[in-house]
């Protein structure tokens, strides 16, 4: 018998999920339905079909089933086509553990008040002489997918998620990791790979040579990621207008405690559920080599 989905959503929820997502209890149950003969049919996907990871789809393309069809697809193609990122994902292995320990890729413990998961990107807290930009992205990945998976309140996937960029300590040398193929991959995944809906791209201790690697993002971006990229500069009081202090570590000026404890949390957890990060290797595409 297929898993059924059941509304736990807070009556708020639901009512934004409406408005905005256009999810009602029986186009959300039908279309879960019609996502799953979908994927009947498309075997070569080895796709997830629990409830929750079909529904991730369908409400981050607003229903659209077309568009939760092609999302999906991209999603477990680029798990094949791009193994620098979605193949050897064990937390033990010691580069990733060297940038755990870092903290590139840091979800908050709090929503925002708009419900949206809010992730602190280090940019450049790695050492790019040492570190591969790849595994930066491939930690990044693994931490993002775990705390999507483990979203028992479904904000992330209904209001969507909050990139802020670090860029504090960029040198020439992370730019030059950021070649125009890195970030035309990385673009793709936001647009048209993850099912959760990208709401804000906010950048902060950026220095203005670097508008020249923004640029390059913006290119490979459609008009409507672009519009939500917002360089804040002269501090963090602009950062702060945005996203509230009381969710933000204390090093950003926030009052939700030091970043070490985000850095400890993500460290001890992604070792904690390494046996996950192994078997959801399987799901990815059988594609051409």
Not at 155 to 177: E, K, M, P, R
Request: aromatic share 10%; net charge neutral; glycine share 4%.
């Amino acid at each position: 018998m297929e898993e059924k989905y059941h509304c736990t959503l807070p009556e708020e929820v639901k009512k934004y999920a409406a408005e905005i997502l256009h999810e009602t209890e029986g186009d959300r149950d039908w279309k879960i339905e019609k996502m799953r003969a979908w994927l009947e049919t498309q075997p070569h996907l080895n796709a997830r079909k629990d409830v929750m990871s079909i529904l991730r789809f369908l409400r981050g393309c607003k229903y659209d089933l077309t568009k939760a069809q092609f999302k999906m697809t991209n999603f477990y193609e680029m798990r094949a086509k791009v193994p620098e990122w979605f193949s050897q994902r064990d937390p033990t292995l010691q580069q990733l553990q060297e940038l755990l320990t870092i903290g590139v890729f840091l979800p908050l413990r709090h929503p925002d008040p708009e419900g949206r998961l809010v992730c602190i990107i280090r940019a450049a807290a790695h050492n790019p002489h040492v570190h591969l930009q790849n595994d930066v992205f491939k930690i990044g990945k693994m931490i993002l997918d775990l705390a999507v998976e483990e979203d028992i309140s479904e904000l992330s996937s209904v209001y969507g998620v909050v990139a802020i960029f670090d860029l504090n300590g960029v040198t020439l040398a992370h730019a030059l990791q950021m070649t125009p193929a890195v970030i035309k991959k990385a673009v793709h995944a936001w647009q048209d790979c993850y099912p959760l809906r990208t709401r804000r791209l906010d950048f902060i201790n950026a220095p203005i040579y670097v508008n020249v690697i923004l640029n390059i993002f913006r290119k490979f971006m459609r008009e409507k990621l672009r519009k939500r990229i917002q360089i804040h500069r002269g501090g963090l009081g602009n950062l702060h207008k945005v996203i509230p202090p009381e969710i933000l570590p204390h090093e950003y000026g926030g009052t939700d405690g030091p970043l070490s404890d985000l850095v400890d949390y993500w460290k001890q957890h992604l070792l904690e559920k390494r046996d996950w990060f192994l078997e959801d290797e399987k799901y990815k595409a059988d594609v051409p080599g």
